[in-house]
């Protein structure tokens, strides 16, 4: 017996009925031989841990654009949130902490430079309009590895694609990110638009505080220990009255920071950043040699668009400024 089927026997008798068994998976678009070593979710895991746009995510806004401070969140630690937060509810529920951990890892390698800022542009911009998750998925299946893709099994990608709206994921720790995702961003937003000057602790409406708790690990850990609670036969969700709890901080969060004048001023800035770059890139000859083979299966359009949702915050800046900025004469 191999290491890998160790791992999946111990997984038959040791995780719920609702878990996702590697062993069971729908599989891979192209069949590969199997690792010994690791399960199919381990591998997709590490597939996505190794590749560009991970690596690139430490450089994306989160909410504040290009945040000057070391303790902001980007998307890469976003992510990483997402991660711990989904495993340990996994772990608690008997779910598949690996298929958890590798739907956490990918669910938003699509994200645009500067937040949802980009993705409103390109949604606008791009003629079959854009949404970062579907874009998590294309990146994985098309575009990492020079137009092989990662060849991830089907439930993780199925979990990347319904981390934030529209039909449920498929599987029980698709279900989870989901969740474990607005956990994360809802808890760390308030962290940093404190650290920001945006809002202070004290501005917390009563709910809240008396609810989920008067500091952020408080609530984190409030509204973890409530999924465990109350999630059963593979179906995720808080208690009826944390999740009030939760909807009254989204409430407030949207009114004082997502939507705030003040937090978001530059992002007024970013559609003629990355407009100016879209139709720069859609003349002949402009894309880089590296996205020739989606502009010729697929349109220059949609090779545009993959290119410039996978750019960083910096890489858009330097670029929009070396081509649209005029430069100091030097010899």
């Keep these: 017996?191999?290491?890998?089927?160790?791992?999946?026997?111990?997984?038959?008798?040791?995780?719920?009925?609702?878990?996702?068994?590697?062993?069971?998976?729908?599989?891979?678009?192209?069949?590969?031989?199997?690792?010994?070593?690791?399960?199919?979710?381990?591998?997709?895991?590490?597939?996505?841990?190794?590749?560009?746009?991970?690596?690139?995510?430490?450089?994306?806004?989160?909410?504040?654009?290009?945040?000057?401070g070391d303790h902001y969140r980007t998307r890469l630690t976003h992510t990483l949130e997402v991660s711990q937060i989904a495993r340990t509810i996994a772990r608690a529920l008997r779910l598949n902490e690996d298929l958890t951990e590798a739907i956490s890892l990918g669910h938003d390698l699509g994200h645009t430079p500067f937040g949802h800022a980009g993705e409103h542009v390109l949604n606008q911009l791009y003629p079959g309009g854009f949404r970062h998750y579907e874009q998590s998925v294309r990146v994985v299946e098309k575009l990492e590895k020079s137009g092989q893709g990662l060849n991830l099994t089907w439930e993780v990608r199925d979990g990347i694609l319904c981390h934030t709206?529209?039909?449920?994921?498929?599987?029980?720790?698709?279900?989870?990110?989901?969740?474990?995702?607005?956990?994360?961003?809802?808890?760390?937003?308030?962290?940093?638009?404190?650290?920001?000057?945006?809002?202070?602790?004290?501005?917390?409406?009563?709910?809240?505080?008396?609810?989920?708790?008067?500091?952020?690990?408080?609530?984190?850990?409030?509204?973890?220990?409530?999924?465990?609670?109350?999630?059963?036969?593979?179906?995720?969700?808080?208690?009826?009255d944390v999740q009030e709890g939760f909807d009254c901080l989204h409430t407030f969060m949207y009114q004082r920071v997502y939507l705030n004048s003040v937090a978001k001023q530059e992002e007024a800035k970013v559609p003629n950043m990355l407009g100016t770059l879209y139709g720069y890139l859609l003349s002949p000859g402009k894309l880089p040699e590296e996205m020739a083979f989606i502009a010729e299966t697929e349109g220059v359009e949609r090779a545009v668009c993959d290119y410039i949702a996978g750019m960083t915050d910096q890489y858009a800046v330097d670029m929009f400024r070396r081509l649209f900025i005029p430069q100091a004469w030097s010899r």
């Design 1 to 68: 017996m191999t290491v890998r089927e160790e791992i999946q026997r111990m997984e038959t008798q040791t995780l719920s009925p609702a878990a996702s068994l590697s062993q069971n998976t729908r599989g891979r678009e192209r069949p590969e031989e199997e690792c010994s070593l690791r399960t199919p979710y381990q591998r997709d895991r590490d597939r996505i841990l190794h590749c560009k746009a991970f690596r690139r995510l430490k450089h994306k806004t989160q909410v504040f654009l290009s945040p000057q």
């Design 165 to 240: 709206r529209g039909r449920e994921a498929a599987t029980a720790e698709g279900r989870l990110v989901r969740l474990a995702d607005k956990i994360a961003y809802l808890n760390h937003d308030v962290d940093d638009a404190i650290r920001a000057g945006v809002l202070s602790e004290e501005e917390l409406p009563r709910q809240v505080k008396e609810t989920l708790g008067e500091r952020r690990s408080q609530r984190i850990d409030c509204m973890v220990r409530s999924v465990v609670e109350n999630s059963e036969n593979g179906q995720i969700r808080m208690g009826e």
